[in-house]
């Protein structure tokens, strides 16, 4: 693979990044991960829009202008002959001696890398287990400390299961790398409202973009376990996932244990308009 580090092109046997690195030693820095399907970026917009906000919510700015990492974007596609995959972009605050106080005017690390993966076609459905979410109060900002995801989706597959829903305070959050959903068994979609509790999804903003236009209902407000185990079926979003079902919930089977008309209808309605506006 051709990964990318400051602006190099480089082997990733060749790519270095420093031991001070504060994305290293801190977590500090933010990221994004765009999907690409027939060789085009998806949702750019999007992705671009919220690395600029939480880099501001952390005291950092742009490394390049939006344009100019669109190239980037665009030119670690063609130098990876990546057809259906991912982007990875990371922007930490760069290297420094060890210090819990911020640095200022540090050169920023950014780097990106592609993985290919085939993330179009049927789905199955995921298990997915309730667990408490354990992380820090801004969920909301896209930082690269995802140690509390890290272990609560390795404590579900260790169970056999796919994913972890996260609870807190009695309501789920979020998955843990995904926004979830249900569907009541009168039809409407519930997803938790955006706050500092979870992360604003750009796959959830377009899907709810969809939800209206299809004219179908939607209420934004918390949900607990116990009423997802009752509904009629349950699915999650994320840009490498787009619309994916959720068929049991703490052991509890939803639709029979297969993924719901609901769920299929906006992965497929997601995936064609996706398509059209990927650039
Ligand atoms: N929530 C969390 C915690 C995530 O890590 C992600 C994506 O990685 C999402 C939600 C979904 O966001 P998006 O649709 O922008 O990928």
Redesign the pocket.
């Known amino acids: 693979r051709i990964v990318y580090v400051n602006g190099a092109y480089v082997p990733e046997e060749e790519a270095m990044v420093s031991v001070f690195d504060r994305g290293f030693l801190f977590a500090d820095g933010i990221y994004?991960?765009t999907a690409v399907v027939d060789g085009k970026i998806c949702?750019w917009d999007?992705?671009i829009g919220?690395l600029e906000r939480s880099l501001g919510e952390i005291g950092m700015s742009m490394p390049m202008s939006a344009e100019e990492l669109l190239e980037v974007h665009r030119e670690m596609v063609k130098r990876n002959n990546l057809e259906e995959g991912a982007i990875y972009l990371q922007v930490t605050r760069g290297a420094a001696d060890r210090d819990f106080v911020m640095p200022e005017g540090l050169d920023q690390t950014v780097v990106l890398f592609t993985q290919a993966k085939k993330l179009t076609g049927a789905k199955s459905g995921l298990r997915v287990i309730s667990v408490p979410d354990i992380r820090w109060g801004r969920?909301d900002i896209?930082t690269v400390q995802?140690l509390a995801?890290s272990l609560v989706k390795t404590e579900a597959k260790k169970k056999g299961k796919d994913d972890a829903w996260m609870v807190e305070d009695g309501f789920v959050t979020?998955?843990?790398?995904?926004?979830t959903y249900i569907v009541t068994k009168e039809g409407k979609i519930i997803t938790r409202n955006l706050s500092n509790s979870?992360?604003?999804?750009?796959?959830?903003?377009s899907v709810l973009r969809i939800v209206e236009e299809l004219d179908m209902e939607i209420e934004e407000r918390p949900f607990t376990i116990e009423e997802a185990q009752n509904a009629a079926e349950a699915f999650m979003?994320?840009?490498?996932?787009f619309v994916t079902p959720v068929i049991e919930v703490d052991g509890v089977e939803l639709n029979g244990g297969t993924p719901g008309p609901v769920s299929k209808r906006l992965g497929e309605v997601y995936i064609e308009e996706s398509r059209k506006a990927s650039c």
């Open positions: 994004e991960v949702e999007g992705h919220r969920r896209k995802l995801a979020e998955g843990s790398s995904n926004n979870i992360l604003p999804g750009i796959t959830r903003k979003t994320a840009a490498t996932s």
